[in-house]
């Protein structure tokens, strides 16, 4: 038997929930919700700096369309040349000691 809250189905529950005019990044380290400005064509994570193309369903309901993959590409070659520069200096530091 399913248990009834407040007399309202699962999808009426359910519907209470929801966030619009809001999304989660698509990023999948990052995952943080953000809302866009009005009628804005791109949007940026607060949280990881990816940035995103939209589309207003609705004046009110934004979807995703999909990366700017130009502003993404800079950031994921910066996160690798951290990444690289902090390997070769975990390298180089045991070579010194000696």
């Given at each position: 038997?399913?248990?009834?809250?407040?007399?309202?189905?699962?999808?009426?529950?359910?519907?209470?929930?929801?966030?619009?005019?809001?999304?989660?990044?698509?990023?999948?380290?990052?995952?943080?919700?953000?809302?866009?400005?009005?009628?804005?064509?791109?949007?940026?994570?607060?949280?990881?700096?990816?940035e995103f193309?939209?589309?207003w369903i609705?004046?009110?309901?934004?979807?995703?369309?999909?990366?700017?993959?130009?502003?993404?590409?800079?950031?994921?070659?910066?996160?690798?040349?951290?990444l690289e520069?902090?390997?070769?200096?975990?390298?180089?530091?045991?070579?010194?000691?000696?």
């Open positions: 038997m399913a248990i009834e809250r407040e007399g309202l189905s699962g999808a009426e529950s359910l519907a209470k929930t929801r966030t619009y005019g809001k999304f989660r990044c698509h990023n999948p380290s990052c995952m943080g919700r953000f809302q866009p400005e009005p009628g804005a064509k791109r949007v940026k994570c607060p949280a990881c700096g990816m193309r939209v589309h609705r004046p009110d309901f934004p979807r995703i369309r999909g990366p700017v993959w130009d502003v993404n590409r800079k950031i994921a070659q910066e996160a690798l040349a951290a520069a902090k390997k070769s200096a975990a390298k180089a530091a045991p070579k010194e000691e000696k």
